[in-house]
């Protein structure tokens, strides 16, 4: 066991640096002493402005009010992914945030849609999914009964901004600063001091490394090492802009399929963020910007960044004294919205063992087991994606579908192609209903289902199907537009862009 913790140094700032911060100093900042070091010299990546529903679990657990982060944020409101081109050319489903339909313990509910297709149902199984069908009619509403499940899209500079304000109320340190050396005991290896550029020696007990790709604490000096999935994840390059936006609001994040990549667009108050990811062994940079240029909605009103990256994630996350939070634990890509995530399940794993009493290896054991087993199941997840599609017009689509993929995601089509079922892990971000969405989605379709479904009759089968249905229809119905509930809800506080 090592000396107990008091001193906490942060190395770097942005999304993960100030997320860390904030939450450490909600929960633990009578007992610690924070200082977090950022400079201004160095930009952050700055581009993950879409989430998953995780993030509002983690705003309620640190006091987080909604409204005023939307406002202070630009926010709008996240229901679900729209993919574009995935599997065919002209192809469109939604990857919805909520439950489809209604379960028994005896097997999910779209074995029972599946029942009735036998019969000649002929509804599709979106009608069965609240967040869905308020998706495709551009509507949201903080609703109790029934209710949406719901995600976000914010403004990343403004939520780096918002979380340092909360920070600096509890009594976080913030220093101006280029890192440009790190010591270590000679004898463990623990890092002791951060030394910058301007000579200052910043000592700690305990180091957060949210030095983004570089990894200052946790590789370049503790050398942990990385586990490259380029050869699952072929993307490693990104070009990205914001224009102007205007019309209808939609409450979700568009995925569309390039030829050799892909494009988001997300939706906020008072611009859209888009950008173009692909693989740059199929496409050049300068054809990538080409490409996202040819595809805006409105005027550029931000120059167009380049961003290079390696899929994949470190060796361990936990080494010694030091965690890595953020870009420089790994990255996946940003097809699912899931880097915050990473972000916010990386800090919460370190508070639950959190070593006030001293470092020691069982808790950094335990943490670099947890994180690499939820890196890797995201991985899964958005490796599926690439695999699962019948696109055969570019050398990347026809690569992207013939390889081999994880032993753990074959097993995971192979269930729902042969038996029609869905199994994630219990702690598994992407539940059932993620899982079906996108493999139907993508045609994965079910050779069998279970047959409890046809326990009753195909007269009761179908009634009951067409009164969730309408219920879900009408609840749609008295919901108000997304644009004219963020009006009301959370207006734009009027700040620097």
């Not at 609240?130 to 995600?151: G, I, M, R, S």
């Not at 695999?387 to 050398?395: F, M, P, S």
Request: with cysteine.
């Amino acid at each position: 066991m090592g000396s107990p913790i008091k001193k906490i140094v942060i190395a770097g700032g942005g999304t993960s640096g100030w997320c860390m911060a904030m939450a450490l100093s909600q929960q633990l900042g009578s007992l610690l002493d924070i200082t977090l070091i950022e400079s201004s010299e160095i930009g952050t990546v700055g581009v993950g402005e879409a989430t998953f529903p995780t993030i509002c679990t983690f705003h309620r657990m640190h006091g987080i009010d909604e409204q005023e982060f939307l406002a202070a944020t630009a926010g709008s409101i996240k229901l679900g992914i729209s993919f574009e081109n995935w599997t065919r050319k002209g192809d469109r489903y939604i990857h919805p945030f909520g439950q489809t339909g209604n379960s028994t313990w005896l097997g999910d509910f779209y074995h029972f849609w599946l029942a009735a297709k036998t019969h000649g149902y002929q509804g599709k199984l979106e009608d069965f999914c609240f967040e869905l069908q308020a998706a495709k009619h551009h509507k949201f509403a903080v609703t109790d009964n029934p209710q949406l499940n719901y995600a976000y899209h914010f403004d990343a500079s403004r939520y780096a901004r918002f979380l340092r304000g909360l920070s600096e109320k509890k009594g976080v340190k913030k220093i101006e600063g280029k890192i440009t050396e790190v010591k270590q005991n000679a004898d463990t290896g623990f890092i002791e001091a951060v030394v910058l550029e301007s000579g200052e020696c910043i000592d700690g007990d305990f180091f957060i490394d949210c030095t983004g790709f570089r990894g200052v604490l946790i590789e370049e000096t503790l050398k942990t090492g990385y586990e490259d999935w380029g050869h699952w994840l072929r993307n490693d390059s990104a070009v990205a802009l914001q224009t102007e936006f205007s019309g209808d609001l939609p409450p979700y994040t568009r995925a569309i399929a390039h030829d050799s990549g892909w494009q988001w667009k997300i939706p906020l108050q008072h611009r859209q963020g888009t950008g173009h990811v692909y693989s740059s062994a199929y496409i050049s940079d300068e054809d990538a910007r080409t490409t996202l240029l040819k595809h805006l909605d409105g005027e550029i009103r931000a120059e167009l960044r380049l961003l290079k990256f390696k899929t994949g994630r470190r060796n361990k996350t936990w080494v010694k004294n030091c965690v890595a939070i953020g870009l420089a634990s790994g990255f996946v890509e940003p097809l699912e919205s899931t880097s915050i995530h990473l972000i916010q399940i990386g800090i919460t794993r370190l508070l639950q063992l959190f070593p006030l009493g001293g470092c020691n290896e069982a808790l950094a054991n335990r943490y670099n087991d947890q994180l690499r087993t939820e890196y890797e199941r995201i991985r899964d997840f958005i490796v599926l994606h690439y695999k699962a599609t019948e696109r055969d017009d570019t050398a990347y689509w026809r690569d992207c579908r013939d390889m081999a993929i994880p032993d753990s995601l074959a097993s995971k089509i192979e269930l729902f192609r042969e038996a029609g079922m869905v199994s994630p892990c219990p702690d598994d971000i992407f539940r059932a209903n993620s899982w079906l969405h996108v493999m139907l989605g993508q045609g994965i379709e079910p050779r069998s289902y279970h047959h409890f479904p046809h326990l009753m009759g195909k007269e009761q089968m179908f009634a009951n199907l067409e009164t969730l249905k309408t219920k879900i229809a009408h609840a749609v119905e008295k919901l108000p537009a997304h644009g004219d509930f963020l009006k009301v809800y959370c207006p734009m506080e009027d700040m620097a862009i």
